[in-house]
């Protein structure tokens, strides 16, 4: 049993999160350890696990640790033997494989870029976190980015602090990140590769509605709670006003100053608290194969809605990887 006493967590060289040292995953952790753990996650919002010799029964302990786990949110990317363990990856002799966006942005072609977000930002319920182990890092690029909204809703002017209290945001699933996303790339186009395109109509996600602040609950710590990928306006306020607000808050959230990019190492595991941190993906040149397993961590914060007020919020819907 690994006592919490043979525990170091570490800053990571960033403006947030941790390591976590001195932790054998092949070996159960006794109370003091797990609290250990748990603190330290909600005090910096991500935590990076390293040994090379991490497998998914380690992944799988780690991820029980949090919480609850969901199975897989794309069933055709599950585990055939585990359900609660996603595959996710680029292969260059297989680039119709998913979950694999093709974008030129800033002027190099990548696979399996993703903007700023969080997770499920489209639907009413969202998870509370995730844990992603690279079992086949990139031999270039590849970084996963995160930012701590926390630090970015103090970094507020205390005028947009006010402003903002209130104010709620909706989303729609927007598959298309050439569209004028907040906070996204100005430079970026779509890569024609011969595949069928996903659009918001291949999946029947109605609008949904979530705070603009949320208060974390464990720290009476606030949280701009802002998901530029799906974001498409301010709830009952003119559309120009809103575009603006929006802007203003998606630069700031995801400004490069407050950031981590994690180059990954083989099995490195990092766990995130998705009703924190934004993330995001540097994607691969399109030569270049990655790999990594997932696992998700079930939860909810209770104060999504559907836009439609007939629509139940804890009715059945697929979910998706976003």
Known sequence: MLKARE??????AAPFGAEILGIDLTRELDDEARKT??????EHGILLFRGEDQDDAAQMRLSSLFGDMEPAATEDLNDPVNRFMLT??????NPGAKPNPFYRVNGIDRAGWLGWHW????????????????TL?????????????????DRLPEALKSKIGDLEVVYEFNPDFCSGQFGFPEDISRIDMGLKPVTSATYAFPPVVHPLVITQYETNRKVLK??????RYVLGMDRSESDVLLTELAEH?????????????????VVWDNWRIIH?????????????RRTTIAGDYKVGRYLDPSLDRDRHQKRLVD
């Open 7 to 12: 525990i170091q967590v570490r800053k990571l």
């Open 37 to 42: 753990i748990l603190g330290a996650w909600i």
């Open 88 to 93: 996710l990856g680029y292969d260059p002799a």
């Open 119 to 134: 997770d499920q930002s489209f639907m009413p319920t969202i998870v509370r976190g995730a844990v992603l182990r690279m």
């Open 137 to 153: 890092p990139a031999r270039t690029m590849g970084e996963t980015g995160f930012i701590d909204a926390v630090q970015a809703y």
């Open 226 to 231: 802002l998901s530029p990928m799906h974001a």
């Open 253 to 269: 959230l995801t400004d490069p100053a407050f950031s981590y990019f994690h180059k990954w190492e083989k099995n490195d595991m």
């Open 280 to 292: 995001s993906a540097n994607g691969v040149p399109l030569d270049c194969p990655r790999s990594a």
